[in-house]
């Protein structure tokens, strides 16, 4: 399966310099958030695959104009060709901010999800906005990570932790993709393929 990830910033490889070609093979979009709901609805318009996403810090618009023909799986287990996807939106609260959560709400995200995780024994990829804490999340307080994003690595291992929040030009130890046990972490800024 081919997933194309997308992030924070619209890429203008996609949508400036777009060619119908470059979705050809992909089988699966997953959006981190902080991208506006026309880029999301232009590539739904071209492809089959579904777009799914989550919300970011700056997607408060979204209430008013969602994405066109993508899918929402905030606090939800989405299922797409057997892989179950997990998301959870938002970032760490620095200000006033509807997609924005205390450490605390983040749990109690979580915690309304505990049947869910049950029955459907887990999850293969987290997608979120935030970065779990501790793991190449930013260093100033609106970019750190989610705690309880850690321990759901380490309860349930999935294969993939997709995120964006940290751009590239943040810090200069921007990593794009590392292992954490038996998981891949993936910062999806702005578009990233994984096969």
């Known amino acids: 399966m081919k997933i194309l990830v997308l992030a924070d910033v619209e890429s203008k490889y996609l949508w400036d310099y777009f060619e119908k070609e470059k979705l050809d093979g992909i089988d699966l979009i997953l959006s981190c958030g902080d991208l506006k ?17 989550v919300r970011g810090n700056h997607d408060d618009c979204y209430e008013n104009t969602p994405p066109e023909g993508c899918i929402c799986i905030e606090d939800k287990i989405y299922v797409h060709d057997g892989i179950r996807i997990m998301g959870l939106g938002g ?45 190449c999340d930013g260093f100033d307080h609106a970019h750190q990570g989610f705690c309880v994003f850690n321990e759901l690595l380490e309860k349930y291992h999935p294969k993939y932790f997709i995120h964006g929040h940290i751009h590239k030009n943040y810090q200069s130890n921007f990593v794009r993709e590392q292992k954490l046990g038996d998981t891949t972490i993936v910062n999806g800024y702005e578009r990233f393929v994984i096969d």
């Open 37 to 53: 709901p026309q880029y999301l609805s232009f590539l739904a318009s071209f492809t089959k695959a579904p777009v799914l996403y």
């Open 91 to 135: 970032s760490v609260r620095y200000k006033s901010g509807v997609n924005q959560y205390t450490q605390e709400q983040m749990v109690k995200r979580v915690r309304r999800l505990w049947l869910c995780l049950k029955h459907k024994k887990g999850f293969d990829i987290l997608l979120t906005h935030s970065p779990a804490a501790g793991i």
